[in-house]
């Protein structure tokens, strides 16, 4: 496609239900990452893949948070048992390669856990 | 730890003015890259210009520029003749080792007709 797309757009979960949240990199983009953004707060990193491989996971929150890039290509962010605190917007954001500076991010999915 | 600051949460400038938003860093890294990203109230952040810690003239993007002075780790950035839809946030992040962006806390410019 012609950019990063995020699905769905806007989900509102109860507490304690799982959440998958998907992004659809640009295709070829070799890295991805996922950020959570608060309520007036910049993006925050979770995680980054590069390729299939996770390389870093330092920025996940809680072990109910769960990111996987089976075959390189689209990835799923999986958080279970949400909560109130998980209410933010979810941003993927992908990039050519390693040698590539720049990343484009997706529109995001805003989460809402009541 | 590695860490941007935005000074100005909220920015106003008139229609066709020129207006600069600040951005410094902290890092102890020699290369690194520097981003601003625009991101309106639809939620996407949109990539406006990248600064690399080696190259020696500023960037420039269009209306956009990046005023970088590396001794005092600032890269403001300028946009010129300010435009209605230039109103959003703007984000300043840093980059390095090609790995993760640290953002800092976005700055909310209103462009005022």
């Known amino acids: 496609g012609a950019g990063v797309s995020q699905s769905p757009r806007y989900k509102v979960a109860k507490r304690g239900q799982d959440v998958a949240l998907r992004c659809d990199p640009i295709?070829?983009?070799?890295?991805l990452f996922w950020y959570q953004q608060a309520l007036g707060q910049g993006p925050e990193f979770l995680t980054y893949?590069?390729?299939?491989?996770?390389?870093?996971k330092s920025g996940l929150p809680s072990d109910r948070f769960f990111a996987e890039r089976p075959e390189g290509s689209v990835s799923t962010l999986k958080i279970q048992r949400t909560q109130q605190e998980d209410s933010a917007v979810y941003l993927c954001?992908?990039?050519?390669?390693?040698?590539?500076?720049?990343?484009?991010f997706g529109q995001g999915t805003r989460l809402t856990v009541v | 730890a590695q860490k941007i600051t935005q000074t100005q949460p909220g920015m106003f400038v008139q229609e066709k003015e020129a207006v600069t938003l600040d951005c410094t860093y902290d890092?102890?890294?020699?290369?690194?890259?520097l981003f601003w990203y625009k991101q309106p109230s639809s939620g996407e952040m949109i990539f406006l210009i990248y600064q690399g810690s080696y190259d020696e003239q500023n960037a420039t993007e269009g209306r956009y520029s990046l005023n970088f002075q590396k001794a005092r780790k600032s890269a403001n950035l300028v946009i010129s003749a300010s435009q209605l839809g230039d109103s959003a946030m703007y984000f300043c992040a840093m980059r390095y080792n090609f790995n993760k962006f640290y953002f800092g806390s976005g700055t909310k410019l209103n462009v005022k007709p």
């Open positions: 890092t102890s890294d020699q290369s690194y890259g």
């Open positions: 295709s070829g983009h070799v890295s």
């Open positions: 954001a992908s990039s050519l390669s390693g040698g590539s500076p720049e990343a484009f």
């Open positions: 893949f590069q390729n299939e491989a996770q390389l870093d």
